[in-house]
């Protein structure tokens, strides 16, 4: 009972959602990723470089 259940599911939700529809949420969630790595890292490079250049 529980395999055909699962068999149904997996059944169901190939029809459902297209391949490209799968990768285009993969690569959106990449590009958001990266988008918020790279200002986090220009964000501390700027930090470090305005603490640094501070004489006190």
Excluded: H, Q
């Excluded at 490209?20 to 969630?29: P, Q």
């Excluded at 890292?41 to 640094?52: A, H, Q």
């Amino acid at each position: 009972m529980n395999k055909s259940i699962s068999l149904f599911a997996i059944a169901l939700i190939s029809m459902t959602l297209s391949s490209c529809e799968i990768v285009g949420g993969i690569f959106k969630a990449g590009v958001w990723t990266g988008l918020f790595l790279v200002a986090l890292v220009l964000g501390l490079i700027i930090f470090l470089f305005t603490r640094g250049g501070r004489k006190d």
